[in-house]
């Protein structure tokens, strides 16, 4: 992430391919479930898929967040880090409440949860417009101050 980042490619711009990549194995994972069938080799190739579009989200996300919380950079990642736990402590169990004898339903809630972060990507992110992104960055070089100076 870094090594994209550092060549000039955005945050944002990973952040969308990550949200996008996460969906497509998500989605993929539901329409096998439902139209072929469980599969081994199927499940943990989008699972795969999804966790490769995860790799690419979590590190962006924390990124963003830590140029958005500069003035309090303590607080930031402890906000972060709090949501963070707090989402997978909430999908967790819901994943067996709903099944264990299946995969379809920890497919669905990725997908739910993908669907939900491409929403807030589109709604409050607007990587088309930058935001989160320092000014140095915005033209491909990384911020050499985490002042923003």
Do not use: Y
Not at 17 to 39: K, P, T
Not at 75 to 94: E, K, M, N, W
Not at 99 to 126: C, D, H, T, Y
């Amino acid at each position: 992430m870094s090594r994209l980042a550092g060549r000039g490619v955005r945050l944002n711009t990973l952040l969308t391919v990550g949200v996008g990549l996460s969906s497509l194995g998500a989605l993929a994972q539901v329409l096998l479930v439902v139209v072929v069938g469980e599969s081994l080799a199927g499940t943990w190739i989008t699972l795969f898929v999804t966790v490769s579009g995860i790799g690419l989200v979590f590190p962006g996300v924390m990124s963003i967040g830590q140029a958005l919380g500069r003035v309090a950079p303590g607080a930031a990642s402890a906000l972060l880090g709090g949501l963070q736990f707090l989402c997978g402590a909430l999908a967790s169990p819901l994943v067996g409440l709903f099944g264990e004898g299946s995969s379809l339903p920890m497919a669905l809630i990725m997908l739910i949860a993908v669907a939900a972060a491409g929403l807030a990507l589109i709604g409050l992110a607007r990587p088309w417009q930058g935001h989160g992104e320092s000014d140095d960055s915005k033209q491909g070089a990384r911020p050499n101050d985490p002042q923003g100076g």
